[in-house]
């Protein structure tokens, strides 16, 4: 069935790096805007980073640019978020997902297929 599933959280020092990767299965990735998101308890999700279908153009918010790169591979049917100088506040559950591209990729309304998500914790 379809179903994205997440990897590679867990706990940092601020300033460090984590990779996180979201494998695909069911459908293919390449249809599709693709997206990080991530939520603390008691706030809303927020977007990441996204790549719509209409383009291969990365879009960060800007808390993430300069920090963070997302990129898919296509062939593995994976996305991968890559994570550097990170901070305590960028501590959250992230999210992929997947949508139509019917709105920017960055709005989580937009998004149809979800990944049950992957703790980053970043704390010294």
């Known amino acids: 069935q379809v179903q994205l599933v997440e990897s590679g959280g867990g706990l940092v020092q601020p300033g460090g790096s984590l990779r996180l990767s979201c494998v695909a299965s069911g459908f293919t990735l390449d249809h599709y805007a693709i997206g990080w998101f991530r939520q603390v308890p008691g706030k809303e999700r927020e977007g990441v980073s996204c790549?719509?279908?209409?383009?291969?153009?990365?879009y960060y918010l800007d808390f993430a640019k300069g920090r963070f790169t997302i990129s898919r591979d296509n062939a593995k049917n994976t996305i991968y978020l890559q994570m550097d100088s990170l901070k305590p506040e960028d501590t959250a559950t992230y999210y992929c997902?997947?949508?139509?591209?019917?709105?920017?990729?960055?709005?989580?309304?937009?998004?149809?297929?979800w990944g049950k998500g992957t703790l980053v914790t970043v704390s010294s």
């Open positions: 997902a997947a949508g139509s591209g019917w709105v920017h990729c960055s709005d989580p309304v937009g998004m149809h297929i």
């Open positions: 790549i719509m279908n209409s383009d291969d153009s990365p």
